[in-house]
């Protein structure tokens, strides 16, 4: 009896399952209307941006669906780096790529690797972005990085954003996401300093990204 109540209730979750899979397909593959991201403003807080490009051969290996690459300067004359790399559901909503070996690749040694928490309007609980710091000989780079889903699901590892892209795409037809970088070349003496500019910039950045996030609609609409 026993053996067969375990074959009527794996039939069921076989069968639900199915039906929920056919259902979701049904619903057809979203596509980006509106990427909206190339819209963040040139001016946040006290720094200016100007814009950048990477060679084509970064572009094809990243395959996003938008890329925003900036300088922001402070009248000061220090220098953040901001990359935005957004994944449209139809490309699986986020990037195979991380600094944990991108900065190796390119001869940086990675000395610190920790956490920080920020507090964007919208997460009264927090988020927690990545930050690292490497070093190139008497060169420092610190590194903010996370990502970001549904507008206002910031999330700081990969498995995090598998399971957001998972919910979302299970109960919203939607599991678009972001890669974010906020970076910036320092000295020693100024590593401290350096951290709380990024912070700073970096809680700019979480409150502006929901007004400029991506528009996706179904591909049967």
Known sequence: MM????????ALMLSLTLALV????????????????????????????????FSQGVYDELKADRH????YRSPQGDQIDLYVGYYGTAKGGRT????????????????????????PNYKL???????ITARKDDNYNI?????QS?????????IE???????????????????????????????????????KFASEVLDLLPKYWPEEVSGND
């Open 125 to 131: 609980q927090g988020a927690d972005l990545n930050m």
């Open 150 to 158: 549904a507008g206002t699901k910031v999330l700081s590892t990969g």
């Open 3 to 10: 053996q067969w109540k375990n074959f009527v209730f794996a």
């Open 96 to 119: 195979g790529h991380n600094p944990y070996g991108c900065l190796p690749g390119a001869g940086w040694g990675i000395v610190e690797n920790t956490t920080i928490v920020l507090r």
């Open 143 to 147: 590194m903010l990085h996370w990502y």
């Open 161 to 199: 954003q598998n399971l957001q892209r998972f919910t979302g795409r299970l109960l919203y037809n939607r599991n678009d996401g972001a890669y974010l970088q906020i970076s910036s070349l320092t000295k020693e003496q100024d590593v401290s300093l350096t951290k709380e500019r990024l912070a």
């Open 68 to 71: 925003v690459y900036r300088h």
């Open 22 to 53: 056919l259902k979701i397909n049904a619903r057809g593959m979203p596509i980006v209307r509106h990427t909206n991201l190339e819209n963040l403003p040139m001016h946040i807080a006290e720094y200016q941006g100007q814009e950048d490009s």
